[in-house]
T-cell receptor
Framework: GQQVMQIPQYQHVQEGEDFTTYCNSS?????IQWYKQRPGGHPVFLIQ?????EVKKQKRLTFQFGEAKKNSSLHITATQTTDVGTYFC?????????FGQGTELSVKP | DAGVTQSPTHLIKTRGQQVTLRCSPK?????VSWYQQALGQGPQFIFQ???????QRGNFPDRFSGHQFPNYSSELNVNALLLGDSALYLC???????????FGQGTRLTVV
């Protein structure tokens, strides 16, 4: 079946260090979306990537969509304690949004 | 402008019982999707409703059913509850099927 794999599952960083999470799909995606979920909260939309090879930036966050539209990454530069949470990629295929398992980021001040 | 609202926020049910969860989409949104999120996992797609019809369905048994009303609000029904149905149930609304999803706070269902 359709799968979206995300690594790593956990990442512990010192405040100021960089962080990257990777997302891979077994099938080509129409688009990929990224969400952030704080502990005890609900997923909050961050960004959507549609085009092959697309790169988008939001302040310290950089999102990439692979050329084959099967993989994506989120990179955070100089993490802050406010970045704590679980980051999910979600691939859209056939109208269904398929979420990865998420990467839980903890930041030590 | 209210976002996506879900009720109830928490629910405890006994095995074999039935449950109904409710969702009101963000104003102006016409598409509602339901997800099940087990602890430590990503949300799993249950189904999506548009124009009062189920448009897409994930890999969930027929015990899971839903409905969308003319005002775009939606219900998720689960029959014959199992312990494994314990999870956070999330409703998400969007304007069209390929746009960003706005999630509600979820309903935490515990089956005992």
């Amino acid at each position: 079946g359709q799968q979206v794999m995300q690594i790593p599952q956990y990442q512990h960083v010192q405040e100021g260090e960089d962080f990257t999470t990777y997302c891979n799909s077994s099938t080509t995606l129409s688009n990929i979306q990224w969400y952030k979920q704080r502990p005890g909260g609900h997923p909050v939309f961050l960004i959507q990537l549609v085009k092959s090879g697309e790169v988008k930036k939001q302040k310290r966050l950089t999102f990439q969509f692979g050329e084959a539209k099967k993989n994506s990454s989120l990179h955070i530069t100089a993490t802050q304690t406010t970045d704590v949470g679980t980051y999910f990629c979600a691939g859209l295929r056939g109208g269904k949004l398929i979420f990865g398992q998420g990467t839980e980021l903890s930041v030590k001040p | 402008d209210a976002g996506v609202t879900q009720s109830p926020t928490h629910l405890i049910k006994t095995r074999g019982q039935q449950v109904t969860l409710r969702c009101s989409p963000k104003s102006g949104h016409d598409t509602v999707s339901w997800y099940q999120q087990a602890l430590g996992q990503g949300p799993q797609f249950i189904f999506q409703y548009y124009e009062e019809e189920e448009r897409q369905r994930g890999n969930f048994p027929d015990r899971f059913s839903g409905h969308q009303f003319p005002n775009y609000s939606s219900e998720l029904n689960v029959n014959a509850l199992l312990l494994g149905d314990s999870a956070l149930y999330l409703c998400a609304s969007s304007l069209e099927r390929n746009t960003e999803a706005f999630f509600g706070q979820g309903t935490r269902l515990t089956v005992v």
